[in-house]
């Protein structure tokens, strides 16, 4: 199992990084929608999105994750969330067109090449416009690629191995090519050259 299965781990040691992104990418996304959020982790990304939505729905398969987000919108008195504990990492009980639109922040490197199309496919299935964050492809030569490779590597050998995957692939284009997506905007942050936000529809 990788460490970052562990909600705790993951509260302090990752979502502090993502903030920033997860701010640039929130503020891409209109009001008053339906949205769901694939491998949401401990929720850090979908109560920034929860705010602005009529209704939210965060599905991750990590029981630690979805413990730790259930905690957080108790305490935060969140009325319009709601998780999922998806052990599959399957979104078929949804049916076409449940929402407005998916997230999936870092979460299409860390499964394998079949599972993260599987996934994307049914992001575009059940959602009018899908929201990605991930690693930029290539990612900009300076110090923190080796950072974001230590952490990968650290994160556990089939997690690791995901991401070489995805990496070795050409990161998020060969998803979007494989699944016939139309990119509407396309934001690689300046800060590090480490993150990229893609927002796309249907063809």
Known sequence: MSIFDSGAVYKYAVDPILSPVQNVAAAMLPSDKRIIDIACGTGAFLFKLA???KHVIGIDHSESMINL???WRAKRLVNNVDFILDEEKRLTVFPNNSFDIATLSMALHQFSREIGLNVLRESIRISKEILIIDYSYPLSPTIY???VYLAEIIAGKEHYNNFKSYMDYGGLDYYLKKT???VQQNTRLKTNGIFTIV???RC
């Open 145 to 147: 690629k080796y950072i």
């Open 199 to 201: 927002r796309c529809n």
């Open 180 to 182: 016939g997506v139309k």
């Open 69 to 71: 987000a259930s905690k």
């Open 51 to 53: 705010s602005k939505s």
